[in-house]
């Protein structure tokens, strides 16, 4: 157990529709990470958030966003969703004290099906 | 533009013998690698990383890897696999600037008893 939950376990929708994936960090981790690992991508970096501030940006849609709360959890909007989206969305935490590249704890992941 | 390369999409070895997986990257700078690997239905748990210094990290479960900066490798290795490492390894590289990581696309362990 990385200490790391994610909520909920699995999600099945429509196309069209909007989801929202819920993250909490280990305990005093500052940093969280979301990724999405899918047959045809891979797992790829979306993006990063240190203490309620954006860091980093990797490949995720505008369809997509996320925000980290004053308590440190963490969500991940996804909207108008095609049947690409469906995947395994990962959350992940670190301290941040090494810039955002310390170890990460990953979450269980939520498996989202766009149908 | 960043990489990972992992060329080897599927190994399968025998109980107890050794392992070698590949990793390749494309980086500028000198990067912050990581090996991690992934259970089936499970997260990804972080094996060993290397940022710096002795360029040869030892790892848990027995696990190493060595940097080659000549041959922008960061290969994995154990020297007698047990069945319980049959799992997906994902090579990663942490790009200093902008706080991003880039993932290999994952070489799956078969053991065979």
């Known amino acids: 157990d990385s200490g790391v939950t994610q909520t909920p376990k699995h999600l099945i929708t429509a196309t069209g529709q909007r989801v929202t994936l819920r993250c909490s960090p280990r305990?005093?981790?500052?940093?969280v990470y979301w990724y999405q690992q899918s047959l045809d991508q891979g797992l790829q970096f979306l993006i990063h958030?240190?203490?309620?501030?954006?860091?980093a940006k990797g490949n995720i849609l505008e369809r997509f966003s996320a925000q980290q709360f004053p308590d440190l959890h963490s969500e991940l909007n996804l909207s108008s969703l095609e049947l690409g989206d469906s995947a395994l969305y990962f959350c992940?935490?670190?301290?941040?004290?090494?810039?955002?590249?310390?170890?990460?704890?990953f979450g269980p992941g939520t498996r989202l099906t766009v149908l | 533009a960043q990489s990972v390369t992992q060329p080897d999409i599927h190994i399968t070895v025998s109980e107890g013998a050794s392992l070698e997986l590949r990793c390749n990257y494309s980086?500028?700078?000198?990067?912050?690698l990581f090996w991690y690997v992934q259970s089936p239905g499970q997260g990804l748990q972080l094996l060993l990383k290397?940022?710096?210094?002795?360029?040869l990290v030892q790892g848990i479960k027995g696990f190493e890897a060595e940097f080659k900066r000549s041959q922008s490798s960061f290969n994995l290795r154990k020297p007698s696999v047990h069945w319980s490492d049959a799992a997906e390894y994902f090579c990663?590289?942490?790009?200093?600037?902008?706080?991003?990581?880039?993932f290999g696309t994952g070489t799956s362990l078969t053991v065979i008893p």
């Open positions: 980086y500028g700078a000198t990067p912050y």
């Open positions: 305990s005093g981790d500052l940093s």
């Open positions: 992940a935490s670190s301290t941040g004290l090494a810039g955002g590249l310390d170890t990460q704890y």
């Open positions: 290397y940022f710096s210094g002795d360029t």
């Open positions: 990663a590289v942490g790009v200093r600037l902008g706080n991003q990581f880039y």
């Open positions: 958030y240190y203490n309620g501030e954006e860091r």
